[in-house]
């Protein structure tokens, strides 16, 4: 049986992502005390960006120059770049800020 595959890749859908990454963006925002301007400036050794990154990446279906453009990242390998380094880490030798936003 065919079905109407319009509605699954319609503008109702992309709103809602986008709708639920801006939520995860303001919760960051509010978890790392930052402003809108303070989220896209980068800080060398600072693995909150990526955290957030990493978050939108595997809860929406935004894409990763999206995820760049909001958090200041350059390019969209960049951002594929900075996750992957960030998923290796382990968990215990992250920030207790870091720690805490990968259990929300």
Do not use: C
Request: positive net charge.
């Amino acid at each position: 049986r065919k079905g109407n595959r319009v509605y699954q890749s319609g503008s109702l859908l992309k709103d809602h992502a986008e709708n639920s990454a801006r939520l995860i963006l303001k919760a960051a925002r509010e978890h790392f005390g930052l402003s809108e301007a303070g989220l896209k400036k980068p800080v060398r050794g600072d693995y909150s960006r990526a955290a957030i990154a990493a978050r939108l990446h595997g809860e929406t279906t935004m894409s990763q120059s999206w995820i760049a453009e909001q958090l200041g990242m350059k390019s969209a390998a960049n951002v594929s770049r900075q996750i992957q380094v960030f998923r290796s880490k382990e968990t215990r030798k992250l920030p207790k800020k870091i720690r805490e936003w990968m259990k929300i």
